[in-house]
Nanobody, 115 residues
């Protein structure tokens, strides 16, 4: 189970840091990712990180603004978001980079960016 936290409401250009902690599951050895679901749209992956902290990928829509990191000792994955835009408004989730056929999703954390 993943539990996300740290979302909120900010103005355009602002920053937020969202965190994800896994319980009953260890992230060590697994590539992880952050996903988001914008209102009325499908969930999409925005950033991923390899099992050893390498192979970091950021979608073009967030590249240069979002930074994903992991701490296996804390069993957590964070997403630092800078220069937020209204189009970043979404529910944010973390999960495995390579999803199972029936992935289990946490409650998510809501990010609202106003113009």
């Amino acid at each position: 189970q993943f539990v996300e936290s740290g979302g909120g409401s900010v103005q355009s250009g602002g920053s937020l840091r969202v965190s994800c902690t896994a319980s009953g599951f260890t992230i060590r050895g697994y590539p992880m990712a952050w996903y988001r679901q914008r209102p009325g749209e499908d969930r999409e992956m925005v950033a991923s990180i390899g099992a050893r902290g390498n192979g970091v990928y950021h979608d073009y829509s967030v590249k240069g603004r979002f930074t994903l990191s992991r701490d296996d000792d804390k069993n957590s994955v964070d997403l630092q978001m800078e220069n937020l835009r209204p189009e970043d408004t979404a529910e944010y989730y973390c999960n495995l980079r390579f999803l199972t056929e029936t992935p289990s999703w946490g409650p998510g954390t809501q990010v609202i960016v106003s113009a």
